[in-house]
């Protein structure tokens, strides 16, 4: 019985801890961070979206997702596409990002999620 205690103990203590890293973040929020340029292209597959994600921060930033909105000329979104950036995306530094995307009246593409990387050295921004 002891045993299950000191596991269960152990188990929340660890979940506690995971907890506090995780962050949830509103996209407008994440403008103080990031800064996404970008811009439509056609081929002869048709309309693509491609452009540069900006790292304003002192901090590395992995496993990026960005979100493509299709959006009607109404200003409604009638889709979106979610594409992760390529590699990481080191502190001041910009990565290049490419989709193809279907056909819509416009776009609006925002950072969907992130993670900040351990850079060492331990102190804050």
Do not use: K
């Not at 996404?36 to 901090?59: H, L």
């Amino acid at each position: 019985m002891r045993r299950v205690v000191t596991a269960l103990t152990v188990g929340l203590l660890l979940a506690s801890v995971v907890g506090a890293f995780a962050q949830i973040f509103v996209a407008q929020s994440l403008e103080r961070y990031f800064r996404v340029e970008w811009r439509v292209t056609r081929d002869r597959r048709g309309p693509a979206v491609e452009g540069y994600v900006y790292n304003t921060v002192g901090r590395t930033a992995e496993r990026m997702r960005l979100q493509i909105d299709r959006v009607d000329a109404s200003g409604s979104v009638i889709g979106n596409s979610i594409i992760w950036l390529p590699g990481d995306l080191h502190r001041n530094d910009r990565a290049f990002f490419s989709s193809s995307v279907p056909e819509s009246a416009s776009y609006r593409v925002q950072v969907l999620s992130f993670d900040w990387a351990c850079d060492g050295g331990g102190g804050g921004m």
